[in-house]
């Protein structure tokens, strides 16, 4: 590969819009993360879109140089379905944040993922509404004080994670704002998978909610609480991979390594046909503030929505032979006068 | 068959009839008529429709809430309405003849399934006493039948069971009645062939069914006569008979081949509304992709991302879908893209009267979005015309980039008439080009792409779809800088926006409105949609007691011909019959400041002709 240039430079995917998100927001890291990212996946800009709804996240569109949408707060999904069964040559990316996707678009998401539209949903959980200016989120921990949740939030929140395993989704991802590397690997991955692929990257909203993902993200508290989940790899983690993860009594578990042996540990399979074992996984931490997988959850094979469509088209030509107006309209009978 | 010679009676020729046959929502009454609209519309006879349904899939039987009607009107000249009142009713049980008898004219004939007035039945359909013996029913011609009873002995010889016997007691009136109008038999032979394909038992029960009615009438000496109504004088050439719902999956899949686009229809079911995704659905040799979305919004949604993509967009619906799309539409409005949406309206407000028209989202589809977001607007006037009036709003939103409102109703979706076929070669091209290379420079002199840089005629912006080299570009429902479509909060800015987006609906080329009627008349009949056919007859109907009157039709109701104002204002007095409370008299009035006056009918029921004459004939005298 080094003796071929690439087609594209990260430059090249830039726009000549100001990017206006705060200084400091970890959308700029998810941004760079996705121009160097463009040249390696060898696709073309005029091919490539990114669709958006409403929110801090959603702007990011602007920032790309491809063709680009951004849409209505929570129907980014919807819209990108429209486009991916219209144009099912497209490669197409959604971007939200938790609000947009999990919150006015929760609907839209899940419908999204059962049928496996060719889309990859990149989810920026920030745990917060940036835009509107610090409410809590559905991804909120229950008791945020928030200026709309004074006395603490009384919601509990969602895990991303299950909702999109619970929604049939055939690739579900995570990753972190702090890791360039990671985040360009899972991006790669989901936009590899063929259907639709959700990656939720813990971001963080330095404005109203910053820190929020320190717990696990930062340097000195990876070892210890970030899982990465490494496909066919007995899952364990920690500065000299001393903790490891069990199931146990239908339930996975942080365990220490030393204390029931290698063996014991749960490996790591992301193409398990049954997605209780993922779903397993995206429980095992309540909240950023104790170990938590990232990595690839589940990627499984399934039949890509606008693929089916077009052979449904397809079939029915064949069957039927090519649409004619003419005969359309005596297909229901007709007479002479 | 029965070896009884048959009686010679003495053959009636009739001008016109309204037949309404009702039941059970299970008792088949839908295919009954249609099928009988079917062997009319062959005979060559004028036909309009009238069928009325519960919204509930199966009400509790032989209630009120659960009789299902079909009204047909055959006639031997040119017709635009399914007629006022019916002059014959097949009622298949005491509910029917309760929930209809009101409609019949006075001296009308009903043909009464005698079997079903028992007790029970009498008693769910809130009849104390027999109306059959208490004389309730004087004034009409009654003609009893016990129609399960015949229908039974007919098919047990099939052996069907006595149960599954009583299902094909359709087919016996569908029978009886083809032979009091002299209906030819064949076409229903064939019809419960095809119809009932592979169910051997099923096809000869029916068929015995409809012979049994038939012979019935003709050897039942209860029949003083039987009638013929001659074939209409309609313009030559080739008809098939059609629904507003039909015509409109139609008119889609016809602009997509005028368009050279492939269409694209996200939909979410709603009655009225649902066949059309269902036509549409089964249409896939002709490239339709139909995406059944999880919700209305959805539907919209995907239909703006298909248009973003170069297809021709649809989203079906009905208002209170509408309701729910009104974001997406304003993101349509927004990014200047091209998309119709299908309102097929019905009584509300919220569930309302989902199986009734109504008129009442005129409002909804010109204000019913935040902001200053103005949409075209097209209204079919006739089942028929649901077909051209989907080729038009394909046509302006594809030349003019914008979403299209097409209301239709929920009288139009289901009922039908003739429709002489327009040579499929004639219809317009409605194509337009993707926008392919740079249309501005930058500083440097290199080319660049607009997405807003308007077309100067309709100040329409270039569509240029993902996929095409060079011309990458970012369009969202933030305010867009004029050309650049880069986003800007510039209050000028936004000012030339606002006056940009209703510069271009207010230019749209729409048809200038003709007079129809009485050109030299100072009384004018205004109407919009579906109201068509009652307002035209009722013109006729003036006409012949001698009044001189105007109809002025419209089917562009935004914006409005250009020529409206003036040809309006040449008339004394004007009324506007109306589906609705006043929406089209208060838009009219606040356009043009003309004392439009409000005739307004909102009951589920389209207007008649007899209503229409009589608020015409008051208006005339009032000073």
Known sequence: MTDISPRTEPGDWATDQEVRWCPGCGDYSILTAMRMLMPELEVDRENTVFISGIGCAARFPYYMNTYGMHGIHGRAPAIATGLAMARPDLDIWVIGGDGDMMSIGGNHLIHALRRNVNINILLFNNMIYGLTKGQFSPTSEVGKVTKSSPMGSLDAPFNPMSVALGAEAAFVARTHDMDRHHMMEMFRRAHAHKGASIVEVFQNCNVFNDGAWEGITKKQNRDGNLISLEQGQPIRFGADGEFGVVVDNGAAKVVSVADVGVEALLVHDERKADPSTAFMLSRLSRGPFEPTPIGVFRAVERIEYATSSTSQLAMAHDNQGSGDLASLLRSRGTWQV | ?623
Not at chain 2, 519 to 525: G, P
């Open chain 2, 1 to 623: 068959m029965t070896d009884t010679a048959p009686r010679e009676l003495p053959l009636q020729e009739l001008d016109e009839v309204i037949i309404r046959f009702a039941g059970d929502s299970g008792d088949g009454m839908q295919l009954t008529g249609d099928q009988f609209t079917s062997i009319s519309a062959a005979l060559g006879n004028d036909l309009a429709t009238l069928p009325e349904f519960p919204a509930e899939i199966r009400a509790p039987q032989g209630t009120l809430a659960g009789v299902s009607a079909f009204q047909v009107r055959i006639s031997d000249f040119a017709i635009t309405t399914p007629g006022d009142a019916p002059t014959v009713l097949v009622a298949m049980n005491p509910a029917a003849l309760k929930a209809q008898l009101h409609n019949v004219v006075q001296g009308g004939a009903i043909i009464i399934n005698t079997d079903a007035f028992n007790e029970r039945n009498l008693e769910k359909a809130g009849y104390e006493s027999n109306p059959l013996d208490d004389g309730s029913l004087e004034g009409y011609r009654i003609y009893p039948v016990p129609m399960s009873q015949i229908t039974r002995d007919a098919v047990a010889e099939h052996g069907v069971k006595p149960r599954d016997a009583e299902r094909s007691k359709n087919f016996f009136a569908l029978g009886l009645i083809s032979w009091m109008y002299t209906r030819p038999v064949e076409p229903t032979m064939e019809f419960i062939n095809t119809k009932f394909r592979g169910k051997e038992l099923v096809i000869k029960a029916n068929e015995a069914a409809f012979h049994a009615g038939y012979n019935f009438g003709e050897t039942a000496e209860l029949f003083e006569s039987h009638y013929e109504i001659k074939p209409a004088s309609l313009p030559s050439g080739e008809y098939t008979n059609v629904n507003g719902n039909t015509a409109l999956a139609w008119g889609c899949v016809a602009a997509g081949q005028l368009a050279r686009l492939p269409v694209f229809l996200g939909s979410y079911p709603i009655t009225p509304a649902s066949d059309i995704l269902h036509d549409l659905s089964a249409l896939k040799n002709f490239g339709v992709r139909t995406f059944q979305a999880e919700d209305e919004i959805a539907a919209a949604a995907s239909a703006v991302g298909a248009a973003f993509g170069g297809a021709l967009s649809f989203t079906t619906t009905s208002g209170p879908g509408v309701a729910l799309k009104g974001e997406s539409l304003g993101l349509a409005v927004s990014l200047e893209l091209p998309l119709v949406v299908i309102d097929i309206q019905r009584g509300g407000p919220s569930t309302g009267l989902p199986t009734k028209p109504e008129q009442a989202d005129l409002m909804m589809a010109m204000y019913g979005r935040h902001s200053e977001s103005p949409m075209p607007i097209v209204a079919p006037k006739s089942p028929a015309d649901c077909f051209d009036a989907a080729i038009e709003a394909c046509r302006i939103a594809l030349r003019y980039r914008t979403p299209v409102m097409l209301l239709s109703d929920g009288y139009l979706a289901t009922s039908s008439e003739p429709w002489l076929l327009p040579d499929v070669d004639s219809l317009p091209d409605i194509g337009v080009d993707f926008h392919t290379g740079f249309n501005g420079t930058n500083e440097d002199g290199e080319g660049i792409f607009l997405p807003y840089l308007r077309d100067p005629e309709t100040l329409a912006r270039p569509w240029a779809i993902p996929g095409t080299p060079d011309l990458m570009h970012r369009i969202g429902g933030i305010e867009k800088e004029d050309g650049s479509g880069n986003i800007s909060y510039d209050p000028e800015n936004h000012q030339k926006m606002v006056n940009l987006r209703a510069a271009k609906i207010e230019a749209i080329d729409v048809p200038d409105v003709e007079v129809a009627g009485d050109v030299d008349a100072t009384f004018c009949m205004l109407g919009w949609g579906s109201t068509w056919g009652a307002i035209d007859a009722a013109v006729e109907r003036l006409q012949k007691n001698g009044k001189k009157v105007a109809h002025v039709h419209l089917t562009h109701l935004n914006p409005l011909p250009k020529n409206l104002g003036d040809v309006l204002s040449t008339f004394d007095k004007v009324i506007c019959p109306e589906m609705n409370d006043g929406q089209l008299v208060n838009l009219v009035r606040a356009k043009y400041l003309l004392d439009v006056r409000p005739v307004n009918k909102m009951n589920g029921v389209p207007f008649t002709t007899a209503e229409i004459e009589s608020a015409a004939l008051q208006a005339m005298e009032a000073s």
